[in-house]
């Protein structure tokens, strides 16, 4: 079986909106949606979260997800000027 891995930045620091990823939207937090999706996919084998934030953390560990991993971001590669690439590497 292929392996095919969805990465998804989530931090803390939302200039607009703070913290939210974790703000209701229709019932579920945002990442939710997003989360639920990619555990529903059948082409998509791992969901790996890059975050900064604890709230999003235990967020995403109450969902309850077999297919998503929560990668601690360090907090050098979670601010404003730090792009997708750095959440990656």
Do not use: H
Not at 33 to 50: G, K, M, P, T, Y
Not at 69 to 74: A, E, L, N, Y
Request: glycine letters at 4%; one cysteine or more.
């Amino acid at each position: 079986m292929r392996r095919v891995v969805a990465f998804v930045p989530a931090r803390c620091g939302s200039k607009s909106i703070p913290l939210k990823n974790i703000k209701l939207f229709y019932g579920q937090p945002l990442i939710a949606w997003c989360l639920n999706a990619l555990e529903a996919s059948r082409e998509i084998s791992d969901v790996i979260v890059s975050t900064d934030c604890d709230d999003i953390a235990q967020t995403m560990e109450s969902l309850d997800l077999a297919k998503v991993k929560i990668f601690r971001r360090s907090p050098e590669f979670a601010g404003d000027t730090a792009s997708t690439e750095d959440a990656i590497m």
